[in-house]
């Protein structure tokens, strides 16, 4: 094992198909148009010197270290801002060359501290480096004129130029007496991040890389991405878990186990500690961009909360029993057969978890299916895109984004609906501002005024700021002006669309309540901003729409989405670079999860559990009878509990009572069941309603594969061992084992092998293969054997595509005298899902807890102020929670997220759900908000339940 | 919440399917029920629809395409 080390050619790479052939140090080279001369050398293996250049942003040209020489040209331009061109010839070593260098090198050692062996950086250091590749060997000025070095000069004056280490950022330290002002830093921000927190202040040898302000780093806009502690040639930006272990000297690459963009990173070791993680430049998703969350959130992993010892207890109101996992399993395994004996075959069920790997949830619903003997498996899918699924799958015939991240790249016109990837989907949130930065148009569709409405450099051209739950309605409404102001591509819709379904679908969205004057009477989006976003959608170039839980998360989520699908074809923005609809999936691998068969009516790779041609595949693989008929879906699950005909669960990694809506409902269900087995890794809210608790292994400590947002399977590779002492996919096989399945997996692959082995789509993909790629965009087989980075490219993957209409109805969840104001939920940047990760690592310095945004017009009407205790209710139940007055929202629109158990956000999310897919409906509830002093009686309750049922007895060890 | 679930979804059912074409209506919510609703479900749909629950019309059209769940 060696560290991994990226090259970094100095400039970013030329996309021209135009080649360009010139002479560097007498060698011929050639390469796209555009490449810089330093980028031209480094591909030929020179290595100009530089310090202020790294391709991660664009040449600067500031620090007068690259120079070179070109026959015919004056002077000594730099060799990163002065593009290749035919015959040119490039000298990048000369005596010239070379005492300028010196001569520049001499004066940055001049203002720089020379403590190099007690450095952070000390191995991992340009400047130091760059200093031994011009031979610097003197610095003839001294150190003891005007510096940045000194806190106090030799006379013990205090030093006006020095200034302290700024360690406010819980993952990363600011020296500026290390900082050469290279502004990589700056540069990465902006180019790579897109936020804009960093300047440089002053002038001459005042300039200093500066937060917003001159603010610390944790006050300022800074987002904690890392792109600028990655990108910094010195330790002036530098991890602390560097400074504390120092460096790495193995790395593996691995993928990111938050959200659904699923990027690559390197993770460095040293040992089996893990010394920090960075963006891969390679990762085909990410593209050596991070976000706050995978670059620094893993100290979970380690965690004095996570449970390392299996544990069981007869009822809940027990104090847990740790026991060895033998006894653990056979107690499950005993439980669950009894119930079955007791109460049916289908009287048990379990969940596959989006945060474990395809393997591993490959393993659950085959547990469950072959070993229970019934279809009760769903997944948390349920609760966020199962709508997807639903309206892709009829439209367009795969329940699956389109296209891949790069795409964006190719895209005019981005409409966004229901999702805000700034915060949900950073990373690709920062792919498409540099792409609306170019000059890209946007058109946001969302109650609240999203980040993107207006920023940095970034201003949506429309922003809908519809009333939530009229999404139906609205999307309509687009497809209205299209097709009555002919802005549709008639052509494309001949050739791959059903001309009839069309027709009558235009006819349909033709009607005039579907026109923009009267949808604005519901929505209230003014009808001449409907228009507006439906002709430049239309008509302004490459159209690509990226929708969220926004869309999904109603009544009516299906509808929408199918909606959406038939924008896309009516416009023909379906089948190339650039267009497409692509859903924001928000977990590491709800897309696999999916993938891999976790619904209670689908065998892996979509197919129907009543094709019987589908479970004779897997009938002769796995030498059972399976049963045809679709099982219980999460609500239904919790329905049947309450009625006494569902008892034993098996839930890998996932977090129900908390996650899920209508909280008091989740709970009853929970406590009517007899048998609740829960496998992560700390005591999350379910676990309070738990029988059985199985530690499980973080994404660090297992082999596997995750599946992104873009249908892309990443390899996920072990760096340590389990601290559990397994990997989940073994937890799972040890309990098969104990249910008397003859289970005999030594390793992820031969689960892949299996999964290849009877699913079409995946049919060419094995861990060879993934190793060989880097990753793979399912369907990968003999009719696509590199992949599908675009579908539906030569036609619809059902054939014709699918118009379908879409009848706005709206959702019984209505305000009212009691109830005035709609609750809408969602994320925050630093903050993942039910927060068990993220409230367990230094993330919670920027969201410590749930808060209340909330319009200033109906905050004054109740007398709130910004920072108050407010009281949440709906007719579900009630919770308190801090009010944030804020403009972002829409005048009776409040808001909130849900990481934080304390607030218990679904307690007053109803379960009103979709019509086609029982998702629930968390972005519509009718809710009343009041000056509160205290936190609400569920709350006190809840509190002492959890407290109650987490209790544990440690035994000790005997003898 | 006091609404019958059983019959609160297949009327949601209902209410996406009146809106399409005619002939495809009836079929559509049956289809749709047969393909997600697992047997205990359906067993509970037909006694609901045999105690004359406040299904939408369309239902109850539709109930005779539903498959009828072996009896447990």
Redesign the interface.
Known sequence: MTLIQEIDYGTPASKSDKTVTLTIDGRDITVPEGTSIMRAAMEAGIEVPKLCATDMVDAFGSCRLCLVEIEGRNGTPSSCTTPVADGIKVKTQTQRLKDIRKGVMELYISDHPLDCLTCAANGDCELQDMAGAVGLRDVRYGYEGGNHVKARDTSGDINAMWMPKDESNPYFTYDPSKCIVCSRCVRACEEVQGTFALTIEGRGFDSRVSPGMHEDFLSSECVSCGACVQACPTATLTEKSVIEIGQPEHSEITTCAYCGVGCSFKAEMRGEELVRMVPYKDGQANRGHSCVKGRFAWGYANHEDRILSPMIRETVSEPWREVSWDEALTFTANKFKSIQDKY?R?SVGGITSSRCTNEETFLVQKLIRAGFGN??VDTCARVCHSPTGYGLGQTFGTSAGTQNFDSVEQTDVVMIIGANPTDAHPVFGSRLKKRLRQGAKLIVLDPRKIELVDTAHIKADYHLPLRPGTNVAVVTSLAHVIVTEKLYDEAFIRERCDWDEFE?WAE?VSEARHSPEEVEKVSGVPADLIRGAARLYAKGGNGSIYYGLGVTEH?QG??TVIAIANLAMATGNIGREGVGVNPLRGQNNVQGSCDMGSF??ELPGYR?I?DANTRSIFEDLWGVQLNP?????IP?ML??AVEG?FKGIYIQGEDILQSDP?TK?VAAGLAAMECVVVQDLFLNETANYAHVFLPGSTFLEKDGTFTNAERRINMVSRVMTPKNGYADWEVTQLLAQAMGLNWNYTHPSEIMAEIAATTPSFANVSYEFLREKGSVQWPCNDAHPNGSPIMHVDGFVRGKGKF????Y?ATDEKTGPRFPLLLTTGRILSQYNVGAQTRRTGNTAWHPEDVLEIHPHDAENRGLKDGDWVRLAS??GETTLRAQVSERMSPGVVYTTFHHPVTQANVIT????D????CPEYKVTAVQVSPSNGPSEWQEEYEAQARQSRRIVHVEPAE | ?SHD?IVY?AN??A??F????EAQRAEGVAT?I????????RRQFFEKLEAGAAFDPLVVKAAELVNR?ET?
């Open positions: 049916g289908d279809n009760n009558d349909f009544s299906s509808t209670p009516h129907h009543s008929e679709p099982g219980l879906r239904n329905d049947a005909t209508d409902h379908i209409r879409t009848e109805v007719r579900s109803t379960d009103f759900s019509w086609a897919t029982n | 919440m679930k979804m949601q059912i209410a996406f009146n809106s399409q074409p749709h047969n393909k997600f609703w697992e047997p205990r479900m769940p447990a």
